[in-house]
């Protein structure tokens, strides 16, 4: 892996770490959570698929060797906790698309950290997968509810293709790779939670809830 997408891993992390802070919060503003565990809820979402990631590579996981991994983590729950007790109301609209932002960030640097460990590539895809979406599980674990992942999202869906463009593109150019897996990822979560996209299950449809 070259400099270029050493740099972009740590970027995509760091963009990734902000989001889903905001996205963890959110969920336990929901659940009426006090403000320490906020700030668990926010931290472990926006953390938990790197250190899934990492724990997988066999390496320290770099929200702990990195202080500013942590500080991005802590910095996006403390500001969504803060926006939490504004009366202004952040558009759901915005959120979302921060949020699939942060998902195709999350499985590009997953993607990467696979490539950069010459991986194969189904063990590629995996880590893009775990990566982007293994945070949102944790959250969903702690707010007592099935993942989203697995019931009405196509976020790991749109990982796992993200991450396959990557690995695609990245022989010629591991920048244009990653930004190009930024792109579908983001855009495919997008225009499920835009039109209701999910997989089919044998249960009939499957209705998303808000809990």
Same mark, same amino acid.
């Given at each position: ?13 760091r ?11 959110? &969920? ?14 926010? &931290? ?38 803060a ?5 202004? #109301?952040?558009?759901?609209?915005? &959120? ?18 696979g ?19 293994? /945070? ?16 009405? #999202? ?6 796992g293709? /993200?991450?396959?463009?990557l690995?695609?593109? #990245? ?6 790779g ?27 449809? &499957?209705?998303?809830? #808000?809990?």
């Amino acid at each position: 892996m070259d400099f270029a997408a050493s740099t972009l891993v740590g970027v995509f992390d760091r963009l990734g770490l902000a989001v889903f802070a905001f996205a963890g919060v959110e &969920v336990g503003v929901r659940r009426r959570l006090d403000v320490f565990g906020l700030l668990v809820m926010g &931290v472990v979402t926006a953390a938990g698929g790197g250190v899934m990631r990492d724990v997988i590579l066999g390496r320290l996981p770099l929200v702990l060797d990195r202080p500013d991994y942590l500080a991005y983590a802590l910095g996006g729950s403390t500001v969504a906790i803060a926006a939490a007790w504004t009366p202004l #109301e952040i558009p759901r609209n915005l &959120v979302s698309f921060a949020s699939a932002l942060g998902l195709g960030a999350f499985a590009a640097a997953g993607a990467l950290a696979g490539i950069h460990a010459n991986l194969w590539f189904p063990a590629v895809v995996v880590l893009a997968i775990v990566t982007a979406t293994g /945070g949102g599980v944790l959250r969903d674990l702690m707010a007592n509810r099935i993942p989203l992942v697995l019931r009405t #999202e196509v976020n790991a869906s749109a990982a796992g293709l /993200g991450g396959t463009v990557l690995w695609a593109i #990245e022989p010629w150019s591991a920048g244009a790779g990653a930004i190009a897996c930024v792109a579908v990822t983001a855009g495919l979560c997008t225009l499920g939670l835009t039109f209701g996209l999910h997989l089919p299950g044998p249960g009939g449809p &499957v209705e998303r809830s #808000e809990d």
